[in-house]
């Protein structure tokens, strides 16, 4: 990247093709993370604590995606039309459960269901 000066004073920024394109990639970039975001307003965000704990396979994901919505087993259980002992379940890893009892469970959520097996 380079200066130069306009005649009336003005600071000019001079990039070369590559530079250029690195620049344009970037703003790209961003503002596709900015209209993920947007979108995404409804979604629970997972804390860090529990991210880790669910990578160390410490807490079910289910669980952790749970809790990082704040909700309780039962209550997750009533917005997704279950039973809380199908929930307690599914987080203690007791039961496979059904692609519809997955799906019920991540639409209470907000996430996908990968999100939470």
């Known amino acids: 990247m380079n200066h130069a000066t306009t005649p009336k004073g003005d600071m000019l920024i001079v ?5 250029y394109e690195t620049l344009r990639g970037d703003a ?3 503002a596709a993370a900015q209209a ?3 979108r995404d307003t409804a979604a629970p965000r997972m804390p860090a604590d529990l991210a880790q704990a669910m990578i160390d396979g410490t807490l079910h994901p289910l ?3 749970r809790q990082a919505a704040g909700l ?3 209550a997750l259980a009533e917005r997704a039309g ?3 002992s199908t929930v307690s ?3 203690r890893g007791k039961i496979d459960p059904r692609l ?10 907000g996430t996908d269901i990968d999100d939470i097996v």
Not at 15 to 19: R, S
């Open 82 to 84: 279950l039973r809380l």
């Open 36 to 38: 993920a975001r947007s």
């Open 72 to 74: 309780t087993q039962g």
């Open 63 to 65: 669980t952790a995606w």
């Open 100 to 109: 519809s009892t997955l799906r019920a469970l991540a639409n209470a959520l």
């Open 89 to 91: 379940d599914i987080e």
């Open 28 to 30: 790209a970039l961003a």
């Open 15 to 19: 990039l070369t093709p590559q530079e």
